[in-house]
């Protein structure tokens, strides 16, 4: 059963570091992308980040390019989000998903549970 | 920056067929995907690649792309489709680009 638990999640005051972690199974996780989409209260999906299989390839959203960085490691079938320089608006459910981005088509299945950020003083 | 549109809300009877648009300049390049989302749940894919449909989710959902808009539909939609529903694809101007996803789409089925 393929399975992705993200954890990491929690309250941090504006200016602040997080690392978010996604604990993936039932997969061979070296064979796939993974990606990292977040959900603001009561708003839609915002795609931020994803990372291939090898690592060599890696995308950003505008929104965090700079502050944000993807990472994994197979080895330890974990995908990982370091996150700094927090503002209020990534306040957002974070949700780890299995990706497959191909030149004509991406989609993501399936996605973990999701874990909250909360940026607040 | 590349934009999905749906509309806001979608409202249908039991039994009823559904269809959830999203329009966007470059659904004639790439394939749209969508997703499921019931409230407090993540999202769930029921369409990819414009009208492929997962393993598990029920036939009544389908998709399709007229090349300017796409369409998700609902034939004989149940009270337990209630959910929003996500449109996605990227943005075609290179390879690896830019994700999108819709606003979302909010589907009532009374």
């Known amino acids: 059963q393929v399975q992705l638990v993200e954890s990491g999640g929690g309250l941090v005051k504006p200016g602040g570091s997080l690392r978010l972690s996604c604990s993936v199974s039932?997969?061979?996780?070296?064979?796939?992308?993974m990606s990292w989409i977040r959900q603001a209260p009561g708003k839609g999906l915002e795609c931020l980040s994803y990372?291939?299989?090898?690592?060599?390839?890696?995308y950003y959203a505008d929104s965090v390019k700079g502050r944000f960085t993807i990472s994994r490691d197979n080895a330890k079938n974990s995908v990982f989000l370091q996150m700094t320089s927090l503002r209020a608006e990534d306040t957002a459910i974070y949700y780890c998903?299995?990706?497959?981005?191909?030149?004509?088509?991406?989609?993501?299945?399936?996605w973990g549970q999701g874990t909250l950020v909360t940026v607040s003083s | 920056s590349y934009e999905l549109t749906q509309p806001p809300s979608v409202s249908v009877s039991p039994g009823q067929t559904a269809k959830i648009t999203c329009s966007g300049d470059?659904?004639?390049?790439?394939?749209v995907s969508w997703y499921q989302q019931k409230r407090g749940q993540a999202p769930v894919v029921v369409i990819y690649k414009d009208t492929m449909r997962p393993s598990g989710i029920p036939e009544r959902f389908s998709g399709s792309n007229s090349g300017t808009a796409v369409t998700l539909t609902i034939s004989g939609a149940q009270a337990e489709d209630e959910a929003v529903y996500y449109c996605?694809?990227?943005?075609?101007?290179?390879?690896?680009?830019?994700?999108?996803f819709g606003g979302g789409t909010t589907l009532t089925v009374l």
């Open positions: 996605q694809s990227a943005d075609s101007s290179y390879t690896f680009g830019d994700v999108v």
């Open positions: 039932g997969f061979t996780f070296s064979d796939f992308y």
């Open positions: 998903a299995r990706a497959v981005i191909v030149p004509t088509a991406s989609w993501f299945d399936p």
């Open positions: 470059a659904l004639s390049k790439q394939y």
């Open positions: 990372i291939s299989a090898s690592g060599k390839t890696i």
